[in-house]
Structures are given as structure tokens and as C-alpha cells.
């Protein structure tokens, strides 16, 4: 999801006018809850180091969490290395690399923050991690914990709003080093099958990051569908469908998917596709990541790439204009319009943006521009977009032209701003726009598909809508995810997606260490949602990015889809080896504080005796 808001689009517009199966794990099938350090039934140091062996050395055992070196109590305490930690705690780089932090700490329960007046243990970080870069590593691991009955998490990236890479005292496949690109110059022939697929494509390995991706195809003018930040890898992205900017014009990223490698829970290292294991290549493009198998590779179909024109575009009032909440609803109002001109993009609705004073930028500073902002605040849209095929801004301005007109025409005081420009590849505007938001802190987000029919709401309740809910309106569905037309006929997104106009998104950051706090935070996402919900009652919702307290889940992220993904959950899974929420078939477990226990009555009540909250 794009860090990028409404405020730093006008802060960026003015800084730049100033300047169940047959196989059985050892532990059996009544197990009341899964291994965990400390009990009797965890493994021995001695079965460990036979595990790490058989893997040839790639077991790590993390010891202090990586926050532990800005506390004086923990034996790799380090003053210096405290400061450089701190500075890298917000990047998405420092999280990706290392191999038990999420981005968003309180999916590790706030166990070890950097900073030093905060507690600091590991509990609520997985306790080994096996540095899979094989599929027969990720073989060895599943076999070990089912035979075990460990809990498993798998870690790309841990670019995660739903903190399904991240369990205490899992073990963790981590398949961030699991790196490797193959293209194919003009077609793929797909393995067991008797045809060749016409189209260029590309196979790289489950822990790709589509930043390099995009880099290696520039190289040979082609690109694939992907996401906008460099930390997004391939497996957590496919798995959940992967929204796109060029999803306007080409679809969905799993749209795209020709063929996969996949490590299933009970082992078995299949290929799967529209001719061999059709059941599991349609659940892993789209049903969700930890729960149908591990990939470990992809072959995606690579297009051409295109020249754009792309940048900033904003229309503003001033906040305080009794028009405003119309304002607001008709530009939201605008996005079907956009749409059908295959404009892709993220619009950032804001009802609150400061022209005076911000960052020491003053208010005239957009008079080198031609725009005079004399408004104490302002309110209104800001994001980034795009269009295909052309280097002439001229197209943009002619696409927005009857917008803004119609905004200044009815509201005197409307400020339009466009500030675009010509690229000559994807990988150009990629380059210099990616996804460059922070990490580190706690937060949940919320989401919601938008059809049409949404957009017909009257502009008054559109715009009350977008202003006190802080909506986003991401063009990344359209035409070209209507008409897309995916191996073998279909995913296993949620339907809806098909007649989306936008993924709109929001999202609230809350203070560490507060379980109040944190549940109010999942309320109050869920309430910023609820009239997204009212007014799109028939859509569903981006997996990938929401939260685990969203209402009805398994309809929201895959409507009619669920009941199949279930079947095919129970028929690969049937030990439930991967275990996540919100993620398909996880109704027969439940994490009881940091143990992960089945849901049968009695089990749960002797789980709640037996095993208290770790400390």
C-alpha cells in the first residue's frame, strides 16, 4: 500500500514552487496446541542440530530480538549500535533483511522496540528460522515441524498488514535469499504440458523482490505486474492476486501467472499449472499466502513496456468553504470517468492540509508554478497518476481538463494542479516514484473494493464519506482487471474485483504496548470502513491490504471462492502445517495468547490452564 498522502502531495507541489489426509505427524492428531519453546513436547538441542544438519547449516537460531541492542539488561546491548539501529527502525530495508522483524511491530506483540524505556524480550519473535534458498530446504523445514508439531510462519520480506509472516516461537522459513531470474525471449512452454504459451516471460525464485524484477527486464524493454514498492517480493504479493498501477490497462498480477513451484504442508515439491495440480495453481493466485504451500518459483508473463506520462495532480479549496463536503464528493465522483480514460493512480483525499507553515514552506510558494495558495488550510485530493503510450502532457491536461472546469466553475476558490511529465519506460518513473514510505511503528489498515454503483451515491454522502474517513481511491482495477483473461479461466481473488473501479484504503498508526489501544485501533479502522462497506454492499476486499479484524473475512477477501479454496485447503493441509489469520481453513486452531491451540472445547479450556502468557 502506498505510504504516500494527501499532505505530502501538496508539501512536494509547494517545496517544488520555493525551489485430513493419509500421512500422520509424530505428534498425532490430538495435540491440544502446537510445540512452543519450553514445553515438553518442543524438540531437543540434539534433534535441532540433526534438523540444521540435513538443511547443510542454514538453521539460525536468533537469540536477543534486534531491538536488543538499545537496552542495557540484554547481553548484545550496544550504544553505537543502538543509534544506527534506531535510524534504520523506520526503513523497510532494515525489516526485509533481517530475518524475524516485521515492519509493523505489533505483530511481534512490541517485544523489543529500539527504544531503551520500553521492555525488551523475544517472546514475540519465532524462535529458529531455517534461510531457505531451495525448495528442498523448504521441504525439510515442513517435514520437520509437522513431524514436530511446531508451528511455521514463512518471511520474505515481512512487508505484511496482516502479520501472517510473523508468530512467536514458530519456526520461520525465511525465503528473502531464495533469488534467481530466468527470462524466456518469446514463448514458455509450460512443464506436462503439449503447448508453448506465445508470450515472453520471465521465472524467478518465491523470494524475488519486484524492484530487481523490474530493473533485469528494463534491460530488454519488457516489464511485468507488479506492485510499487521495491520490498514487495512475489510469493506474499501472487498469493494475495497483487494490485498494480498497471492494473488499468493489463489486470491483476496473478493474472499473469503461467506456472509456479510450490512446497505443499506435507512436503512434496510439485509444479503446478493449468495441466498438472490445476486445483493448487488456482488457489495460489489469489487465496492467500502461508496456506496452500510455499512457492518457490514463478514464471509471470512479461509485456512490453510502456512510455507515460505520469506525476503529481491535485485539486484543492479552502477548508473552511461551505462547499466543501461537495467538493470532496465530486471529485470522488470523478473516479469512473478516470477510469474509462485508463488512468491508473492513487488519489489521497485529505480534510485537513496546512499551506502555511509547513515544514517552513510558506504559503506563496506555488506562485512559480502559476498557483497562489492564500488559504490558512486547505482540503481536498492529491496523489499520483498516470497514463500509457504517450509522451505528450498534453493528454493528461486534457484528460482532467473538464474536471477541474467544472470544479472552478461551481467552486470559486477550487485550485487545480498538475504537475507531470514523460517517461520513457516503467522502469524510469519506477525508479524515482516507488513506494519510499516507514516501517517500524504499529498500525492496522482497512480497504474496500469500489464499483460504480458506489460512485452514483450523491455527492453530499460521497463527499462526508471521503472527509471524515480519510478514504483513499487507488485506480488499479478498471477495464484492464475486468477483461483480463488468466490461465486456465480464473483466480481465486474475490470475484468483486472484476467490476472494481478503486481499492480504496485507510488506515490508523497507534501507540506501542496498549492492548486498549490496539483494539481501538482495529475498531476504528473497521468504523472507517463501515460506510465504504454500506456503500459497496456487493464488493469485497484486498486481502493483502487490510487487517485481521475485518467482519466476515472469508467472504470479504473471496465470496463465492471460499468454499472451493477450503476444500483444496483440506485436501493439501490436512495436518493444518500453515496456520495464519485471516487465511483460508484456519477455523479448527485459535492463538491463545503466544500458543497456537485447536478450538475443540475441551482442548481450548486445558490450553488456558496449562499454558499461560509467556513473559
Known amino acids: 500500500m502506498r505510504a504516500f498522502t494527501s499532505q505530502s502531495v501538496v508539501a512536494l507541489l509547494l517545496l517544488l514552487g520555493h525551489a485430513s489426509g493419509a500421512r500422520s505427524g509424530a505428534q498425532g492428531d490430538y495435540a491440544a496446541c502446537k510445540a512452543f519453546p519450553g514445553t515438553a513436547d518442543w524438540p531437543s538441542e540434539e534433534s535441532w542440530a540433526e534438523f540444521n544438519a540435513t538443511t547443510g547449516g542454514r538453521l539460525l537460531k536468533p537469540g536477543p530480538p534486534p531491538g536488543a541492542v538499545c537496552h542495557s539488561g540484554e547481553p548484545t546491548y550496544n550504544s553505537d ?75 520474505s520480506t515481512g512487508h505484511d498488514f496482516q502479520g501472517r509472516s510473523q508468530a512467536p516461537g514458530a519456526l520461520s522459513i525465511w525465503v528473502r535469499h531464495m533469488q534467481s531470474l530466468e527470462i524466456h525471449d518469446n514463448e514458455f512452454k509450460p512443464t506436462g504440458c503439449n503447448f508453448s504459451i506465445d508470450t515472453p516471460a520471465v521465472t524467478v525464485g518465491g523470494g524475488s523482490q519486484l524492484g530487481p524484477i523490474y530493473e533485469e527486464l528494463d534491460k530488454i524493454g519488457r516489464v511485468v505486474v507488479g506492485g510499487n514498492s521495491k520490498s514487495v517480493s512475489v510469493g506474499g504479493y501472487l498469493t494475495g492476486g497483487g494490485h498494480s498501477i498497471l492494473g488499468p490497462r493489463y489486470g491483476l498480477g496473478a493474472d499473469y501467472v503461467l506456472e509456479l513451484e510450490v512446497v505443499t504442508p506435507m512436503g512434496d515439491i510439485v509444479t503446478a499449472n493449468e495441466c498438472q495440480n490445476e486445483d493448487l495453481f488456482w488457489a495460489m493466485r489469489g487465496g492467500g499466502g502461508s496456506t496452500f504451500g510455499v512457492m518457490t518459483s514463478v514464471t509471470l508473463a512479461t509485456h512490453p513496456t510502456p512510455k507515460l506520462v505520469a506525476g503529481i495532480v491535485a485539486l484543492i479549496a479552502p477548508a473552511n468553504a461551505p462547499w466543501i463536503q461537495d467538493f470532496f464528493g465530486y471529485i470522488a465522483s470523478q473516479m469512473p470517468y478516470l477510469a474509462s480514460k485508463e488512468v491508473s493512480g492513487y488519489a489521497f483525499f485529505t480534510s485537513n492540509v496546512s499551506a502555511v507553515g509547513g515544514g517552513g514552506i510558506s504559503g506563496g510558494a506555488l506562485t512559480g508554478l502559476g498557483v497562489n495558495l492564500t488559504a490558512a488550510t486547505y482540503a481536498g485530493m492529491g496523489g499520483e497518476f498516470m497514463i500509457l503510450d504517450t509522451q505528450n502532457i498534453l493528454d493528461m491536461q486534457a484528460i482532467w481538463a473538464p474536471i477541474f472546469t467544472h470544479a472552478m466553475t461551481t467552486w470559486p476558490g477550487a485550485v487545480p494542479v498538475m504537475l507531470v511529465s514523460p517517461y520513457p519506460s516503467f ?168 500458543r497456537l491451540c485447536r478450538v475443540e472445547q475441551d482442548c481450548t479450556k486445558r490450553a488456558q490452564n496449562q499454558y499461560p502468557m509467556a513473559t
Request: glycine share 6%.
Open 427 to 594: 522502469q524510469s518513473w519506477f525508479s524515482i516514484w516507488y513506494d519510499q514510505g516507514t516501517a517500524g511503528y504499529d498500525q492496522y489498515v482497512g480497504s474496500r473494493l469500489l464499483d460504480e454503483k458506489a460512485y452514483q451515491t450523491d455527492i453530499g454522502t460521497l463527499g462526508e464519506i471521503f472527509m471524515t474517513t480519510h478514504a483513499t481511491a487507488y485506480l488499479v482495477a478498471g477495464k484492464g482487471v475486468r477483461d483480463a483473461k488468466p490461465r486456465g479461466g480464473s483466480l481465486s481473488v474475490t470475484p468483486t474485483w472484476r467490476k472494481a473501479i478503486t481499492h480504496s484504503t485507510n488506515g490508523h498508526v497507534f501507540a506501542p504496548l496498549n492492548a486498549k489501544l490496539r483494539a481501538d485501533a482495529l475498531k476504528l479502522v473497521s468504523d472507517m470502513t463501515e460506510p465504504l462497506r454500506k456503500i459497496a454492499p456487493d464488493m469485497g476486499a484486498y486481502v493483502n491490504e487490510n487487517n485481521p479484524g475485518e467482519p466476515n473475512w472469508q467472504h470479504t477477501f473471496w465470496g463465492e471462492n471460499y468454499e472451493r479454496l477450503l476444500q483444496i485447503k483440506r485436501r493439501y493441509d490436512p495436518e493444518d502445517v500453515l496456520w495464519c489469520h485471516p487465511c483460508v481453513g484456519n477455523d479448527r486452531w485459535e492463538q491463545i495468547d503466544y
Open 81 to 155: 549500535q543502538c543509534t544506527t539501529l534506531t535510524a534504520a527502525w523506520a526503513t523497510y530495508d532494515f525489516h526485509e533483511n533481517n530475518p524475524i522483524s516485521n515492519m509493523w511491530q505489533q505483530f511481534n506483540n512490541d517485544t523489543c522496540l529500539v527504544s531503551p524505556d520500553t521492555p525488551c524480550s523475544g517472546a514475540g519473535y519465532p524462535a529458529y528460522v531455517v534461510n531457505a534458498t531451495t525448495a528442498v530446504h523448504v521441504k525439510l523445514s515442513l517435514e520437520f515441524a509437522r513431524k514436530h508439531n511446531i508451528r511455521i510462519v514463512v518471511k
